[in-house]
């Protein structure tokens, strides 16, 4: 659907193009991993005011990336099997939903340290992985290395469809009443 390379290891980005979500970083990462041969491919997913930069920068330099647009939450889980793991390279992310999305799908998420939700729910090298905000070098060998070893991918993309299950609407329910009983007990 959005011919990316059926042979290849594919990042997804998924989110507005805005410089706090720093969609051009995971281009350049995707970019660098390609200099390290490996067969990668790039899959950006959202809208915005940096797309067209985005889209220049990936056109004039041939980087293996494709846009998909915006997708509404009918359409999201495609771009998701259609990886195979979330990249979100943002700063100043408040918890970072699509990591929820990606897990359940049973993705490997590649987080930077200002994703809220990566203490929660990154486990290096278990569900995924945790960089240093801005650190284009370091999310580019992390992709390399996980597109190096798909079997461990895959196994990290299955972890984390069992870690995100203990993350749900239902768990988080039982374990306030679970606190609430202790407070009450004493």
Request: net charge negative.
């Amino acid at each position: 659907k959005w011919a990316v390379d059926e042979n290849a290891v594919v990042p997804v980005f998924s989110g507005k193009f805005i410089r706090g979500k720093r969609p051009m970083e995971f281009i350049q990462a995707v970019e660098r991993a390609v200099r390290h041969e490996v067969a990668v491919c790039g899959l950006m997913v959202g809208d915005g005011p940096l797309r067209e930069a985005c889209e220049e920068y990936v056109r004039s330099r041939e980087v293996p990336v494709r846009f998909t647009g915006f997708l509404n939450q009918s359409e999201i889980v495609a771009a998701y099997v259609a990886s195979d793991m979330l990249v979100l390279p943002s700063d100043g992310e408040t918890w970072g939903l699509v990591v929820n999305e990606a897990m359940v799908c049973g993705r490997a998420c590649i987080v930077s340290d200002d994703v809220g939700c990566g203490p929660d729910l990154v486990q290096p090298l278990q569900t995924g992985a945790i960089y240093r905000t801005g650190d284009v070098d370091t999310l580019a060998e992390l992709i390399t290395e996980f597109a190096k070893h798909p079997a461990e991918l895959a196994r990290m993309g299955a972890s984390a469809q069992v870690w995100i299950k203990q993350h749900s609407v239902q768990a988080a329910v039982d374990r306030l009443l679970e606190c609430l009983t202790v407070i009450i007990d004493l």
